[in-house]
């Protein structure tokens, strides 16, 4: 095992070089000029003044210099500069790697609990009504996109009734560290953990459900109650690890988007996040940031996946690595 | 066996209820501090800093920071901040060699002025600034006015002996987005130390900002969330808000609830969309719960391709401009504000009923307009569209930005109005992004919507032939439309040289006459620019106008909450 696990890591190398060439090159192909957002609203911009400038931030090299330059730094993990903010990139991307992780671990741990306790439910209870009810929701939750589900909760809970916040993360008045902003921020955290939540819900409860359903139709089940244990010892013990890897599959796919954070969740409530930070940093060509983010996220699924297969010879006896 | 006392289920709910309820209600408790007063400002753009670099809003640098001198966006006033008065010709304090093309011009610093540390804010911190702003490695992206200094002397603290290297119609007027001080003790080691991109990127000019403006910075969350403190030694006194919390909410939707919420006492430019100003004025405003006020701010406008033989006459431009019918187009569009624009200046402005009435004014007339194309040698076709001599069809592109939802209504409409003429429009739009690109920023190969600052200060830079757009300025300058007239030219000169009001207004009605009969520009309609302000807030002043030094906050430190 740990000679799989070394060779997938040292495979991992290449795999990311070719993705930072990939993201680069596609970021640099983009239209609009790099200094789009510094040039706006200027009216005595001079051909001397974009020279100048271009000079300055190093876009006058050629591209492959470029690639090159943010390379070595990032490999010194130091990858330079934000253009846009000002400051060096890992300031700007560790307060907003927190937040995202605060945000969607809450929302990925709450809605994992509860979409496995609604599949499990769906699969023991199945074409029961609570089964087609469950069923409906799902379908139709899955098809309400999620900024419109937010501004609905935002609608509802901030406007008509008053008692969340629509946006942001604090109320900046109160003195922080304090049990007064402490609960403020957790009010702030509901809506956007909410409706992040309900869409990781929706994604696996189905999949436990089909999943749970599948075992509990293998002889070794029927044993299990033929030998007279009962019915939450034959599912919880016998039926659920074997349910769950399948599961574990779709769980290690989405770990990702918990250090990327959700762009359009992150926007409409104005948190201040991974996902809201690599948009506006690709919206104000600020690529030194959005590459960096952007390999972050690249680096998390390699190594979920990698993670995912590693739990897998966990789960399944059956399954062994060859190196 | 004695059972241990334990919480039945009832007891367990009420209390969890309990608990919750103190808990949401909590922050309210604690948030009500008496005798305080804070407001909380909605802004769509990010606070990203506050020096002359990187991307700046005249919005958040004059909460934090003031100029010699400031700009009432409403009557165009230059007011006196950190000088004690403008110079002037009269006292001897601007003086103007017009032989040589260089100017004097000597400010005096009110006494006692302080940065927000409590240092002394000298005469040497305005030159030090200046000597930023001109270093050719410091991305400062407009350095017109600090490339026309040569030289700034300081013979004492509180004197500033300014040398001009050419004539400059605001060098009595210098405001903080053209020079300002920046503290020494705190910068000048970094400055000297001569790597420049360090200096550029010291967390100075954001979270660490030292300004001498009304607010001062008290905390900084980046791309998010600025709260802005009073200060106590701004040199017009001290503001009657206490606290600022200025909240970045990309989201035009969230802003709207946001409102509706009450959670925000004011939303500046933008961050409310036309629409959403609509729904606030029938369910927000209607209660008596605050304003919405709407200005004509940015001038929107359609120009036809400079390269596109078919607009070269001028009786094209005037046909397709009279077969539009702009009242029922605004009224449509804007609700019925009246937003029209036939003139690139504002109607804020007290020259512009004079301008108007010396102007061409192109009404709705379809009659008017086909013969005028019929003059011009357009004719309709069998196909009903119109065609010349040559055989030539008039067919063109249809270019707006993708994602400005009122010029994307406009561009249908126009191109059904001219439908009916028998011009034949392709529509192919694009973002915002790649249209503002070096390729695209100036050209076009048929018709465009665009919109621009309007300010009369800007007009040189917007109309001059010398800042027509070709390959060998990189197509930087804005002078889109192509307009080619030396007479023009001429007046834009004298505009921009040192002339009295008087004077001054009789050329921006010449001007106006000029660009009613040239049509560089097929003038469209003001946006509508949204301020939104909780009842009880006071001292608000919209802009009437965007670019220059127009700014809504211009005096935070007479705003007041009740």
């Known amino acids: ?323 | 066996m004695k059972k241990s006392p334990s919480l039945t289920r009832r007891q367990f709910v009420k209390l969890t209820g309990a608990a919750a309820a103190t808990a949401l209600w909590t922050p309210q408790l604690f948030a009500a501090q008496p005798g305080r007063k804070r407001i909380v400002i909605h802004g769509e753009r990010q606070v990203t800093s506050l020096g002359y670099h990187n991307r700046r809003e005249t919005e958040h640098v004059s909460i934090a920071d003031a100029g010699l001198v400031g700009q009432n966006p409403v009557t165009f006033e230059r007011v006196p901040v950190l000088a004690e008065e403008l110079p002037s010709v009269k006292k001897g304090t601007w003086k103007i060699d017009v032989q040589k093309k260089t100017m004097t011009t000597v400010y005096k610093l009110r006494p006692g002025l302080k940065w927000h540390d409590g240092k002394p804010y000298t005469s040497k911190d305005f030159e030090f600034g200046w000597q930023i702003a001109k270093h050719p490695e410091f991305p400062m992206p407009d350095r017109l006015v600090p490339e026309m200094i040569s030289k700034i002397e300081t013979p004492d603290d509180r004197t500033i002996v300014i040398h001009w290297n050419d004539l400059y119609n605001e060098a009595y007027a210098i405001q903080y987005t053209h020079v300002r001080a920046f503290p020494r003790h705190l910068l000048l080691d970094a400055f000297q130390g001569g790597d420049m991109k360090a200096f550029a990127n010291l967390p100075y000019w954001n979270k660490n900002f030292v300004g001498a403006g009304p607010f001062k910075v008290v905390e900084w969350e980046q791309g998010s969330r600025v709260e802005f403190e009073a200060f106590n030694d701004f040199a017009l006194g001290r503001p009657k808000i206490d606290r600022i919390s200025y909240k970045t909410v990309e989201d035009t939707n969230t802003n709207l609830a946001a409102v509706l919420a009450g959670e925000v006492d004011l939303c500046m430019r933008s961050t409310i969309s036309f629409d959403g100003a609509m729904i606030l004025r029938d369910q927000w405003e209607k209660q008596g719960k605050g304003k919405v006020l709407i200005s004509p701010a940015s001038w929107s406008w359609l120009s036809l391709s400079r390269d596109n033989p078919c607009f070269s006459d001028v009786r094209v431009r005037r046909a397709l401009l009279h077969a539009v019918d702009r009242d029922a187009m605004v009224q449509n569009l804007f609700k019925g504000e009246k937003v029209i624009s036939h003139l690139p200046l504002s109607r804020a402005r007290k020259v512009n009923a004079k301008a108007l009435a010396a102007s061409t004014i192109y009404k709705f007339d379809v009659a008017r307009a086909k013969k005028l194309l019929a003059e011009a040698g357009w004719n309709p076709g069998a196909d009903g569209v119109l065609v010349n001599a040559k055989g030539e069809k008039m067919e063109f592109e249809f270019r707006v930005t993708a994602e400005r939802r009122d010029h994307e209504q406009a561009q249908a409409i126009i191109a059904d109005y001219w439908k009916k003429l028998g011009v034949r429009t392709n529509i192919k739009n694009m973002p915002n992004r790649l249209l503002n690109s070096s390729e695209n920023r100036s050209r076009w190969p048929g018709a465009y919507i665009g919109s621009h600052n309007v300010t009369v200060e800007e007009w040189p830079e917007r109309f001059h032939s010398k800042n027509i757009p070709t390959a060998e300025n990189k197509y930087a300058p804005e002078n889109v439309s192509g307009w080619n007239d030396p007479k023009k030219d001429a007046i834009l000169d004298d505009i921009n040289s040192i002339i009295t009001p008087e004077q001054s207004e009789k050329l921006q009605i010449e001007f106006c006459k000029m660009f009613s009969a040239a049509l560089p520009h097929l003038p469209l309609f003001f946006t509508p620019e949204v301020l939104v302000m909780k009842k009880g807030l006071t001292g608000i002043t919209p802009r009437q106008e965007s670019g220059g030094q127009n700014s809504s906050s211009w005096n935070t430190h007479t705003w007041n909450k009740a």
Request: aromatic residues 10%.
């Open chain 1, 1 to 323: 095992m740990l000679l799989y696990v070394t060779r997938r890591l040292l495979q991992t190398v290449p795999l990311l070089l070719v993705i930072s060439a990939l993201i680069f090159t596609l970021l640099h192909l983009m239209p609009g000029d790099l200094l789009f957002r510094m040039l706006e609203g200027i009216p005595n911009l001079r051909p001397q003044d974009l020279d100048r400038l271009r000079r300055i931030y190093g876009f006058d090299d050629p591209v492959y210099v470029q690639y090159a330059k943010w390379l070595w730094q990032l490999i010194q993990l130091n990858p330079g500069y934000s253009r846009e903010y000002g400051q060096p990139v890992f300031d700007i991307i560790l307060p907003a790697l927190k937040n995202t992780l605060i945000l969607t671990i809450a929302a990925v741990v709450l809605g994992k609990i509860i979409a496995i306790a609604l599949g499990i439910f769906s699969a023991v209870r199945q074409y029961s009504i609570g089964d087609y009810v469950l069923t409906a929701t799902t379908f139709i939750a899955y098809s309400v996109p999620a900024f419109w589900l937010g501004l609905m909760l935002i609608i509802l809970f901030s406007v008509k009734l008053g008692w969340l916040p629509t946006s942001g993360i604090v109320n900046g008045e109160l003195e922080p560290g304090s049990w007064a902003a402490t609960v403020d921020w957790l009010k702030h955290l509901i809506l956007p953990v909410a409706v992040l939540a309900i869409s990781e819900i929706i994604q696996v409860q189905r999949f436990m459900r089909s999943s749970l359903l599948e075992v509990l139709r293998q002889d070794y089940l029927t044993t299990a109650r033929a030998k007279g244990l009962s019915e939450r010892v034959v599912i919880g013990r016998h039926a659920l690890k074997n349910a769950l890897i399948p599961v574990v599959t779709i769980i290690a796919v989405t770990m990702p988007r918990v250090v990327g954070g959700s762009t359009v969740v992150e926007t409409v409530f104005a948190y201040p996040g991974m996902g809201r930070l690599l948009y506006t940093s690709i919206m104000g060509n600020d690529y030194v940031v959005a590459m960096t983010v952007v390999m972050i996220i690249a680096v998390t699924v390699v190594f979920f996946n990698l993670l995912a297969d590693v739990i897998y010879g966990w789960l399944d006896p059956r399954i062994r690595y060859q190196s």
